[in-house]
């Protein structure tokens, strides 16, 4: 099974062009050398427990803030097929999204599903998923290296549904997850960049499809605030 995964939970929303794949389960990008080279002591020791590891993560979500960008998808030929703005607003423990077209005119969606036409739902942007209380280390790997980095890796659910999540033992950022369904991943989130706000890391770059996917749909942040 590929391991894929995981939302850059931090920052919040994201924006992005899409990422044309070539139907691989994993994009080109890899995340910033800035997060990898960092020497600062790690966010959790090696006895930390799951519970202790999502909270390290959660601690990395930025809250009180604003976050504006745009969210694209192409095919995997670059041609564009989906094009908006978002604003996401993080207060008092709420998250509220808007969602614009090209000429600024407001874009109504269900929070159900996928938002629009693009694979994201709303868990990418609001990072929920982080907040459920079932949490437990990966049975098939409790620790693992993505792109160069050392993660941790634990798993969230809530009923059928549950997270895989790839979560960097230095910042305790959020790097990869995968949606998981009867145990099986339907959805893969990528981040392929990371940009810090304050003293926070948080997603540049977040890319999102289904397995395999000849689309998928690229997040990017463009200002926290």
Not at 5 to 10: E, G, N, R
Not at 19 to 29: F, L, Q, T
Not at 39 to 67: G, H, Q, W, Y
Not at 205 to 224: D, L, M, Q, S
Request: net charge neutral; glycine share 8%.
């Amino acid at each position: 099974m590929t391991r894929t995964a995981a939302c850059a939970a931090i920052a919040a929303a994201l924006v992005a062009l899409v990422a044309a794949a070539d139907g691989s389960s994993r994009p080109d990008g890899a995340a910033d050398s800035a997060l990898s080279s960092l020497t600062a002591a790690p966010a959790f020791d090696e006895t930390a427990s799951a519970k202790d590891i999502l909270a390290a993560c959660r601690a990395m979500v930025p809250t009180n803030v604003t976050i504006e960008g745009h969210v694209n998808r192409r095919s995997r030929h670059g041609t564009e097929k989906a094009a908006y703005r978002y604003v996401l607003v993080r207060k008092n423990g709420g998250t509220e999204l808007r969602f614009t077209d090209r000429d600024g005119a407001e874009v109504p969606f269900e929070k159900g599903g996928r938002l629009l036409d693009t694979d994201v739902t709303w868990s990418d942007l609001s990072m929920d998923f982080l907040w459920w209380d079932d949490v437990s280390f990966d049975e098939q790997a409790e620790a693992e290296s993505v792109t160069g980095i050392i993660c941790k890796v634990i798993l969230v659910r809530n009923g059928r549904r549950a997270f895989r999540a790839w979560i960097d033992r230095r910042t305790g950022a959020l790097i990869q997850a995968n949606e998981i369904w009867d145990g099986k991943a339907v959805r893969e989130i990528f981040c392929t960049s990371l940009k810090k706000f304050g003293d926070k890391w948080s997603p540049g770059n977040i890319e999102v499809g289904p397995p395999g996917a000849k689309y998928r749909t690229k997040i990017v942040v463009e200002n926290v605030r």
